[in-house]
């Protein structure tokens, strides 16, 4: 088994905010925004296996742009998942093993943990960044800061792209 600090992935989150920064901003809409930023950080950084956005749609949450093998999760309703309870919760959710969890829906074989970070606009969720990992609690303080950080910067270019 192995742990957050056996591996220290990524030496510096700063930067890798940065380039998410870079690529939101020069992005010419919310989607290609979005796509951008899925983009650089599963680019970035090796633990996320698979990251994507979803999109809450009346009581559904719809993929939108990620990278990693295709999910058989393409809709998801809001009381389902740790999507879903992200999403209703309103906060971010990191889940260290999902096997363990019986709200996990399964999307790859491989994966070990999981976090799910929802994109605010005030108090409405416009929809969340949800990443997975095939390293058993991969997540931890600095991504939880890093993701969130990511969601306020597209909270505002998907809400000009309505
Ligand atoms: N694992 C998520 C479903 C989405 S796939 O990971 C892409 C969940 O439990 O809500």
Sequence with gaps: MTSRNEVTQVKDYGAVLERV?????EAADGRRAMAAAVGVLKGEVPDYSWVGVYLLDGNELVLGP??????PHTRIPLGRG??????????TI???DVNADPRYLACS???????VVPIMAGAEVLGEIDIDSD????????DKRLLEAVAAQLAPRIMESR
């Design 109 to 115: 074989i491989e994966t070990r943990s999981e976090i």
């Design 66 to 71: 990620f990278v990693g093998k295709p999910s």
């Design 94 to 96: 990191i889940v260290d």
């Design 82 to 91: 740790i999507c879903g309870a992200a999403a209703t919760e309103k906060t």
């Design 21 to 25: 920064t870079t690529a939101i901003r």
């Design 135 to 142: 390293r058993q609690a991969a997540f931890g303080a600095e």
